[in-house]
């Protein structure tokens, strides 16, 4: 009711004149009507009053964010293609683009849009720094000289052929 100060109204939960069961227009979820008013919303704020201390919420927010990321960066490292990380690396291109496109929109930038949007993915350049750490793979060097020599006899073989053909009679005629 309006003079008591307890959850359902009167002195104790239940208990009094205008208690939550009793469909009074002030308790809560009481009344015929499902819209409640402003002022029925405040009294109920003022009924359900919760304190929160901020320090042990930061300090558990601040314990499960480092959490997080230390999971996050670990399973970079152990899983580097699992289904996890790949939706890592989706949610940072998603959000950089949503940042991109926010950002165009606002300072106008229309004509950039469209690159954002249907951007191609492009092959990045290598500098020479990322060359020189780059290590070939063991045996490769025996695998490209394999390939290199059966391409080698493949056009041995082939300008053989087109030089057996253009022997023939009556090729060049037709041909030629």
Do not use: W
């Not at 208990?15 to 409640?36: A, E, F, K, N, V």
């Not at 790949?86 to 690159?115: D, F, V, W």
């Not at 500098?127 to 290199?148: F, Q, S, T, V, W």
């Amino acid at each position: 009711g309006e003079g008591s100060d307890s959850y359902g109204g009167g002195d104790s939960y239940g208990g009094g004149g205008d208690s939550y069961s009793s469909g009074g227009y002030d308790s809560y979820g009481g009344g015929s009507s499902s819209y409640h008013s402003p002022s029925q919303v405040s009294q109920f704020m003022k009924k359900v009053n919760i304190k929160v201390p901020i320090i042990p919420v930061l300090i558990i927010s601040s314990v499960l964010l480092y959490a997080a990321m230390v999971f996050t960066a670990f399973m970079y490292q152990v899983h580097p293609e699992s289904i996890f990380t790949n939706c890592c690396r989706l949610s940072i291109n998603m959000s950089t683009n949503a940042y991109s496109i926010g950002y165009n929109l606002y300072h106008c930038r229309l004509g950039e849009i469209p690159p954002i949007v249907c951007a191609m993915d492009d092959d990045d350049d290598l500098d020479d720094e990322e060359i020189a750490r780059m290590k070939p793979r063991p045996g490769i060097g025996k695998a490209l000289e394999i390939e290199h020599s059966k391409t080698m006899e493949r056009a041995a073989t082939e300008t053989k052929a087109k030089a057996t053909s253009s022997k023939l009679p009556g090729f060049a005629k037709v041909f030629g």
